[in-house]
């Protein structure tokens, strides 16, 4: 599951998610993800929100690395993360890119 919210006067994409975040599903969000990116244009601030979620792929990955990269490294953070997620950044060494709480 994922829902979009975008908040115009802040510049604020929460992208919230819910559920296992693997190969089924990602191509999607992905795609959700940059219509919105692209729809808002430049100087969005991007939030992940993975409180919902109780799995993560590689493939969601490189959902959260291409949205990362679509806007200032500053301006994304992945928020609400379940201990063993939020462990999968650091090892990863992603919590180095963008913020990960």
Known sequence: ML???????????????AGRMD???????DALVKAKLAEIG??????????????????FLRVIIGAAKAVDEAKFSVVNC??????????????????VS
């Open 3 to 17: 829902e979009l919210t975008y908040r115009a006067e802040q510049t604020l994409l929460t992208c919230t998610f």
């Open 23 to 29: 190969g089924s599903n990602s191509p999607e969000a």
């Open 42 to 59: 430049d100087g969005a601030t991007v939030v992940f929100d993975l409180g919902g979620v109780g799995y993560v792929s590689s493939a």
């Open 82 to 99: 379940q201990p063993f997620i939020k462990r999968l950044f650091v090892d990863a060494g992603l919590d180095r890119l963008f913020s």
